[in-house]
């Protein structure tokens, strides 16, 4: 079984910044696309960022020109580094991988992180 161990949540204060890695258990198989998500209470659980395998991303509207997101293929690990940060980013936030194992493409979530922005 695959696990994806996320780190570097926390509680920070406005304007600040965050750095959230999430690596999968295993190198055995390639990754695919490589996600960030979050979900705020209340809220249904969003896409903040994405990264395929050719290192191409994409932004949610409200987090670009702040969140970089980036990946280092040899560790299957992604990065979210989060700047600027404000109070409607608190949020739980996963990462979500798709790994090319042998009957296809498979998605794992990580446990999800907490950031939480304080004023």
């Known amino acids: 079984q695959v696990q994806l161990v996320e780190s570097g949540g926390g509680l920070v204060q406005l304007g600040g910044s965050l750095r959230l890695s999430c690596t999968a258990s295993?190198?055995?198989?390639?990754?695919?696309?490589m996600g960030w998500y979050r979900q705020a209470p209340g809220k249904q659980r969003e896409l903040v960022a994405s990264?395929?395998?050719?290192?191409?991303?994409s932004y949610a509207d409200s987090v670009k020109g702040r969140f970089t997101i980036s990946r280092d293929n040899a560790k299957n690990t992604v990065y979210l580094q989060m700047n600027n940060l404000n109070a409607e980013d608190t949020a739980v936030y996963y990462c979500?991988?798709?790994?090319?194992?042998?009957?296809?493409?498979?998605?794992?979530w990580g446990q999800g992180t907490q950031v939480t922005v304080s004023s």
């Open positions: 979500k991988m798709a790994l090319e194992m042998a009957l296809g493409i498979t998605e794992y």
């Open positions: 295993t190198t055995l198989f390639r990754v695919s696309r």
């Open positions: 990264i395929t395998s050719g290192s191409i991303t």
